[in-house]
Structures are given as C-alpha cells and as structure tokens.
C-alpha cells in the first residue's frame, strides 16, 4: 500500500513539474520579447519587419499600448479564428497573435476598428488590459502607437468598457456613415472610465478587446482615437515590470489549475503516506 502511493505522488510530481514547464514554454512564446527583433524602427526602415511579413504575410501592424506589455505585430486572417491558435509567424500556438477584425481595412481607414488578443497573465498578449480596469490605471495610461502603411500613428485612449461577447451594438466593425454619432454614443453609455478628448463620429477609432475576468462571455475593450500625431512614451525608460514578483492573483489561472491542484494532490497523499509509514512502526513496536 505504500509504495503505491509512494509511486502516485512520484507520477503527481513529474506530471506537476510538466505541467509548469509546459504552461512556462506557453508564456515565453507569447511574450513581447519573442519579437522584438521584428519592432519596426526609424533605425533600421522597417526591414526587421518586413522579414517578419516575408514570414507571415498576414502581418501588417504593430500595436504599442505604452506603460504596458502590449507591444506585438497585428495580423489579420480570412476570418476570426485563425489567429487564435496561429501566432504572428504563422505556427499553431495557444497564445495565438493580436489580430484585426476581418471584416476591418488594413489601412484603420474604417470608423471603428477592432483588434483582438487573448488575456494572458504574466504580461503577455493582451493582459495587461487589465491595468485599465482601476481608474488610476486608466487615468495614467493615455497613449500608444499604430505602425501601419510604413510609418507611426498615435492613439489617444478615451474609454474603458465591459460589455457582454455578443453584445453586437459593439461588436460592428466598419459602421456606416449615418450610423457613427450613435455607435458613439452608446460605448460611451457604456464605458466604465471616459475622458473627454473632443471624440467625434469624424475621428477614427481602435478598440482593444479581450476576455473579461469577472464573466464567462464579458469583454474589457480599450478605445482609442487613431491621430496622425505620433506621441513621446513617457514610460519609454521605465521598467515597469522590474524585479516583480510572480502574479499568482492573476485571473487567467493557468498554472494555478494545472499545477497548484497536482501539488495539492500530492500534500495530502503525502499525509496519507507518513501517516501510513507510522502506523505501521507503531504497530511492529507493540508487537
């Protein structure tokens, strides 16, 4: 009986120790790092990043949500769905990429364009949206920059939301025309944290979205306003992230589930298993 549960922890542990390495190898896929080689930059014309399109030439963004993780290629697929499970350079991948709604133009000249991402913990893809869910949060971070057709755009960040999946009053890339003061209108109905920057139905917007961490089908979307003004990053030396403990609060729960409940698992067989093993020598002593 003891060297079989003996021989479960030890399975437990090695499945444990899998577990984390794989969800670990995850996460460093995801990671901004991975391709940062790729950045377009005045320094080098953008040639990293056209090596980066001669991979996957459904590559043709790059989206920079500054003070944040949020710093990765934008591709677009003949639907929804490929760059869920596909990352920037085309392979299968659970993190998969950031990615513009199909039905939007590659050049942001539609009203509203959507951009998706997965939320992930650790920093990566599009986690740390989560920054915005405090309104300090929020109120700190204002910009970003949207590389497209060969040079930067700024975006001004006005409204925070958290709307329901299939909430299609949102979810409507490329709104008419005759419709945009009223689309308008509702997300800021909608939106938790709004600031006034003078938006109007002439502007162009980009909506981030991601899964919401409090609701099975919510969805936290950050909007911004596309500028021909391109913005200094004000967070550009620090590093925000610098010597931070592990975020094992985060809502995303990965590791907690694959590998904390093995752990878990094993504690208690442990118990078992000493309390087994005394047992036994208490009994071999009395007789």
Not at 84 to 100: D, K, M, R
Not at 250 to 268: C, R, S, T, W, Y
Request: net charge negative.
């Amino acid at each position: 009986m003891d060297f079989a549960l003996l021989t479960i922890i030890l399975l437990l542990l090695a499945f444990a120790g899998y577990a984390l390495w794989d969800s670990n190898q995850i996460y460093e896929a995801a990671d901004k790092s991975h391709y940062e080689t790729y950045k377009p930059s005045v320094l080098d014309e953008g040639k990293s990043f056209k090596e980066l399109q001669d991979i996957n030439p459904e590559v043709f963004a790059w989206l920079n949500v500054y003070g944040t993780n949020i710093d990765y290629p934008v591709t677009q697929g003949e639907n929804n769905m490929k760059y869920v499970n596909t990352n920037a350079e085309g392979q299968y991948s659970l993190s998969g990429a950031i990615f513009l709604d199909y039905r939007n133009s590659k050049d942001f000249s539609d009203f509203n364009s959507i951009i998706y991402g997965h939320h992930m913990e650790k920093h990566t893809m599009f986690g740390d949206l989560d920054i915005f869910l405090e309104k300090e949060g929020f109120d700190s971070h204002r910009y970003g920059n949207l590389y497209f057709d060969g040079k930067d755009h700024g975006i001004e960040f006005f409204a925070f939301l958290i709307v329901d999946a299939y909430d299609y009053t949102v979810f409507r890339p490329n709104v008419g025309d005759h419709e945009r003061q009223a689309y308008l209108e509702g997300l800021l109905e909608k939106s938790v944290y709004f600031r006034d920057i003078g938006i109007s139905a002439t502007d162009r917007l980009v909506m981030l979205s991601t899964c919401s961490v409090d609701a099975t089908n919510g969805r936290d979307i950050l909007v911004g306003r596309i500028t021909d003004e391109v913005f200094v990053d004000s967070f550009a030396e620090i590093d925000v992230y610098d010597d931070e403990e592990p975020d094992w609060n985060n809502h995303d729960g990965l590791v907690k589930e694959i590998f904390l409940l093995p752990m878990l698992l094993i504690l208690v067989l442990a118990v078992r298993l000493t309390t087994s093993i005394r047992s036994n020598y208490l009994n071999r002593k009395r007789k």
